[in-house]
């Protein structure tokens, strides 16, 4: 199993804070109202993202997984195959940022001896979820990264087309996303 170093996260969340300020619409970023991130745990399947540098070597079987932590953080561990047919995996942690119920999230990959610094911390904002949190959009307040989830590797079509015209209000160039291998929209 290909392992991504620490390393390499921590300068994808360094890139993430400093890049494209200035950037993006004028309108703040709508979250939605709350989140019970207890719902929120288990497996997260991407169907779609805006492409990004530290994705790149992912080409199929995208997934996230969420695991509550005694500390009241998440573990998140992501996962990829790469085009060698490797498994390429993560681990990282999550928070709340905010209320109990928050939808604004932060995410590292650094070491934790780094969690310290604000810096390693990427936004991870829930925009859009469906009552049965079966299908879920994630941004940062940007609007730089885009990601559609799904509970299942397949995804209805019209739920789909639903999901991109809710996140077209929002102010995000829908043309820009890229649908993951494994997930098709049926």
Same mark, same amino acid.
């Given at each position: 199993? &290909?392992?991504?170093?620490?390393?390499?996260?921590?300068?994808?969340?360094?890139?993430?804070?400093? #890049?494209?300020?200035?950037?993006?619409?004028?309108?703040?970023?709508? !979250?939605? /109202?709350?989140?019970? =991130?207890?719902?929120?745990?288990?497996? %997260?399947?991407?169907?779609?993202?805006?492409? &990004?540098?530290?994705?790149?070597?992912?080409?199929? &079987?995208?997934?996230?997984?969420?695991?509550?932590?005694?500390?009241? !953080?998440?573990?998140?561990? &992501? #996962?990829?195959? @790469?085009?060698?047919?490797? =498994?390429?995996? *993560?681990?990282?942690?999550?928070?709340?940022?905010? *209320?109990?119920?928050? /939808?604004?999230?932060?995410?590292?990959?650094?070491? *934790? %001896?780094?969690?310290?610094?604000?810096?390693? %911390?990427?936004?991870?904002?829930?925009?859009?979820?469906?009552? $049965?949190? $079966? =299908?879920?959009?994630?941004?940062? /307040?940007?609007?730089?990264?885009? %990601?559609?989830?799904?509970? @299942? /590797?397949?995804?209805?079509?019209? =739920?789909?087309?639903?999901?991109?015209?809710?996140?077209?209000?929002? $102010?995000?160039?829908?043309?820009?996303?890229?649908? !993951?291998?494994? *997930? @098709?929209?049926?």
């Amino acid at each position: 199993m &290909n392992k991504i170093y620490p390393v390499f996260f921590s300068a994808c969340i360094l890139l993430f804070h400093f #890049s494209a300020y200035g950037q993006g619409s004028e309108t703040p970023l709508r !979250t939605i /109202p709350s989140l019970d =991130v207890q719902r929120y745990l288990g497996t %997260w399947y991407e169907i779609a993202k805006y492409p &990004n540098w530290f994705q790149k070597k992912c080409v199929s &079987n995208t997934k996230a997984v969420y695991t509550a932590r005694a500390d009241g !953080t998440l573990k998140v561990l &992501n #996962s990829c195959k @790469t085009a060698e047919g490797d =498994v390429s995996d *993560a681990e990282g942690t999550a928070r709340q940022i905010g *209320a109990k119920d928050s /939808p604004k999230l932060e995410v590292r990959f650094a070491p *934790a %001896w780094l969690a310290f610094i604000p810096l390693v %911390w990427g936004d991870y904002w829930v925009i859009d979820l469906d009552a $049965q949190y $079966q =299908v879920a959009v994630v941004s940062d /307040p940007r609007r730089e990264y885009l %990601w559609i989830l799904s509970r @299942t /590797p397949e995804l209805d079509k019209k =739920v789909y087309e639903d999901t991109l015209a809710r996140i077209q209000t929002q $102010q995000f160039d829908v043309r820009k996303l890229e649908l !993951t291998t494994q *997930a @098709t929209t049926k």
